[in-house]
């Protein structure tokens, strides 16, 4: 189970932190990690983490701006968005797939139900 939350409007350059929980098992074994889709467009990668090395990948459009980050306490990967622009809003989907020390984004094929980015010019 993957469940999203954070999403929200913010105007542009502001930020905001989804959080996507997940249960014990997908949060110790496996790669976690999050894609965003508009109406209309593909499913895009945006951030991965690994479970062994911690490994981290980042989409093109949100490197630097974007953080992806393991919680143990919370079982849950966060990404912290800064500097956010237009193009980023959409539906934010957090995502498991099997992984150790590295997290291609075809791995991922268990998703959440989304949480809705909107940020406004």
């Known amino acids: 189970q993957l469940v999203e939350s954070g999403g929200g409007s913010v105007e542009t350059g502001g930020s905001l932190r989804l959080s996507c929980a997940a249960d014990?098992?997908?949060?110790?074994?496996?790669?976690l990690g999050w894609f965003r889709q508009v109406p209309g467009g593909e499913r895009e990668a945006v951030a991965s983490?690994?479970?062994?090395?911690?490994?981290?990948e980042y989409g093109e459009s949100v490197m630097g701006r974007f953080t992806i980050s393991r919680n143990s306490a919370t079982k849950s990967a966060d990404l912290q968005m800064n500097q956010l622009q237009p193009e980023d809003t959409g539906m934010y989907y957090c995502?498991?797939?099997?992984?150790?020390?590295?997290?291609?984004?075809?791995?991922?094929?268990?998703w959440g139900q989304g949480t809705q980015v909107t940020v406004g010019s």
């Open positions: 995502a498991y797939g099997w992984g150790s020390d590295f997290c291609p984004w075809t791995t991922f094929n268990s």
């Open positions: 983490i690994a479970p062994g090395s911690g490994r981290k």
């Open positions: 014990s098992w997908k949060y110790a074994m496996g790669c």
